[in-house]
């Protein structure tokens, strides 16, 4: 069935830092690609998306890049901040569903001051 | 700016015990979804609805979970004869329009614990 792979698991940088996070789907005709903050105790939370027709989306210190040939979209983040700590979750629809979003295993992002 | 919320928090409950968690979508949103995330797991999900019935369903959404939407503000997710393996962070999440390429605003999770 569909997939999402996410790697790293886990992820420890230095404030000032950029970190990045990678993720491969399985499913082609997936057309859009959330990624979604959660912190302890707390539901995930939308930071940025990507849909299929664009290449790379930036908003801020947070950006998202889109390879549909190869099936992975990436998170970038720089300048990172301690209250960036959380745990990412990559995402890709089901194709032809209406709103089946296919989870990532999370990477738990650790900005150490 | 609004939110999605999720009531109880959190929910203690026995086996074999009915259980209905409760959320309210954002106010225009019209798509409604449930998911839920096992402790320490990805976000799995479970059922979407729309114009007052179910869209689609995952295989873990089966007999004995069903959802409602009683009235224009509530969404409900109900588990009949709760087993220990649905001890999980239940999520709701709702959208604006439809389909899968617009944003998916999550609920804070109600906590299930099955004894």
Redesign the interface.
Known sequence: GENVEQHPSTLSVQEGDSAVIKCTYSDSA???F?W?KQEL??????II?I?SNVGEKKDQRIAVTLNKTAKHFSLHITETQPEDSAVY?C?A???G??????????TKLSVKP | EPEVTQTPSHQVTQMGQEVILRCVPISNHLYFYWYRQILGQKVEFLVSFYNNEISEKSEIFDDQFSVERPDGSNFTLKIRSTKLEDSAMYFCASTRTSGSSYEQYFGPGTRLTVT
């Open positions: 997936s057309n859009y959330p979604y105790g707390k539901g995930p939370q939308l998306d849909r979750f995402a629809s089901k194709g569903s209406q709103g089946n979003l296919i989870f990532g295993k999370g």
